[in-house]
């Protein structure tokens, strides 16, 4: 367990390291709930997210006679940034093991910041995986492992980012939201509010992929989820620490979970409206504002945009996934007759005249009477859907519309 006085103390180490990342109000959300809404902005550290607090904390307090034999991490992008910061300052090696599917961007972060000092090795689909293979590297060469999240020193570190947020307030806030993957961002903030304001109301938000915390909140202990999405790679473990879920619970905290579609939207949201790059777990806490999470007109809530490092080749997805939870996105099978003037008389008749079609192909070209199309169609209100399935209705058109879940909609989304 640790205490409000290690996080403190990690504060102190910090000084100098660490970005004090400014807390801004943010006029959208503040205008839409009535509140006051802050911003803590940990995208804006050094590596662009609130990770190298844990991990420069943990390694500043490796013992020297460790030190020459190096150290390994697994991460999905962000803790490893954090290590690699540290490592080319305190002059340690380190190995550090990604999925496959870390994005560019993150890993090119890494070999930049970390320099000699960071080998990067990439290993599996998911960062479980990567954490297996840096758990078998440790045990092989006597390296020291650091944790992403399961450690006091990485939690303790982590935990400075609710201490700053009151330092900077001048005043506990009514509310802290903060994403939650591992949990030692929530863990690390829920214990050092616990001992200086218990009041605080701190939530935490993951993805509704991947809800590891929740999960091991209602079994107990912590616990392997089995299905999975890891689309919100910075938050997307399929399990939380056991040092962090007894500290989360034993807190009063509440953890919800985030549609990664409303996500998607609310990082589209930040970037339009606030100028904020954000990645998909630095918006999640946003996200999670209104039905989720309602807020109390008149209220200061605190929202942790965690990190900022989003590949720009993912911004095609990310519009993809809003539009479709906005219901403004739909994709339909069209049996189109083999004839002269079909898709015209498709365009006349059904669709509307803010209907727009964005993606177009057959699916099977061949000699007989009619051929299956792929139709994407973006509509300029959702309320424009109900009437254009009535058009398709009355049609005399074969149409299929493809539901967001279905088998046959993952082939085309």
């Given at each position: 367990?640790?205490?409000?006085?290690?996080?403190d103390a990690a504060a102190a180490r910090l000084a100098g390291v660490a970005v004090r990342t400014p807390l801004?109000?943010?006029?959208?959300?503040?205008?839409?709930?009535?509140?006051?809404?802050?911003?803590?902005r940990e995208d804006?550290?050094?590596?662009?997210?609130?990770?190298?607090?844990?991990a420069y904390n943990f390694?500043?307090?490796?013992?020297?006679?460790?030190r020459p034999r190096g150290v390994v991490c697994a991460s999905a992008g962000n803790h490893a940034q954090g290590v690699a910061f540290a490592c080319a300052r305190l002059g340690i090696h380190a190995r550090v093991y990604l999925p496959r599917t870390t994005p560019r961007q993150k890993r090119d972060r890494i070999a930049a910041?970390?320099?000699?000092?960071?080998d990067v090795r990439l290993v599996g689909d998911t960062y479980d995986e990567a954490a297996a293979a840096a758990i078998a590297d440790a045990?092989?060469?006597g390296a020291t492992l650091v944790p992403a999240f399961d450690a006091p020193g990485i939690v303790a570190g982590q935990g400075t980012v609710a201490r700053e947020i009151v330092e900077q307030l001048g005043a506990a806030p009514?509310?802290?939201?903060?994403?939650?993957?591992?949990g030692g961002l929530i863990a690390g903030c829920a214990t050092w509010l616990a001992e200086h304001a218990p009041r605080v109301r701190v939530v935490g938000v993951e993805p509704a992929g991947a809800p590891s915390m929740r999960a091991a909140l209602e079994a107990g202990g912590a616990t392997t989820l089995h299905e999975f999405d890891g689309f919100v790679d910075g938050a997307a473990v399929r399990r939380v620490g056991d040092l962090t879920h007894s500290l989360v619970a034993r807190a009063d905290v509440d953890v919800v979970t985030v549609d990664e579609g409303r996500l998607c939207s609310e990082i589209l949201g930040l970037y339009q409206s606030d100028g904020i790059i954000a990645e998909p777990a630095g918006a999640l806490a946003t996200a999670a504002l209104g039905d989720t999470v309602p807020v109390v007109p008149g209220s200061t809530v605190v929202c942790v945009i965690s990190g900022g490092n989003n590949d720009v080749s993912r911004y095609g997805e990310i519009l993809e996934r809003s539009l479709v939870y906005e219901g403004l996105k739909h994709y339909f099978l069209v049996e189109f007759p083999q004839e002269p003037g079909a898709l015209r008389r498709f365009l006349d008749e059904v669709l509307g005249p803010d209907d727009d079609i964005t993606r177009f192909e057959y699916v099977k070209r061949n000699n007989r009477e009619s051929g299956p199309a792929l139709v994407g169609v973006e509509l300029a209100n959702a309320a424009d859907l109900p009437p254009l399935l009535a058009r398709i209705e009355a049609s005399p058109l074969v149409v299929q519309h493809l539901e967001p879940g279905s088998p046959l909609y993952s082939f085309v989304s």
């Open positions: 367990m640790i205490t409000a006085a290690d996080i801004h109000l943010s006029d959208r959300l503040s205008a839409r709930f009535g509140a006051d809404i802050w911003l803590k804006l550290q050094p590596v662009r997210s609130y990770k190298v607090r844990g390694l500043v307090q490796l013992p020297v006679e460790l910041l970390g320099g000699d000092a960071v045990a092989e060469t009514d509310a802290l939201v903060v994403p939650v993957g591992g």
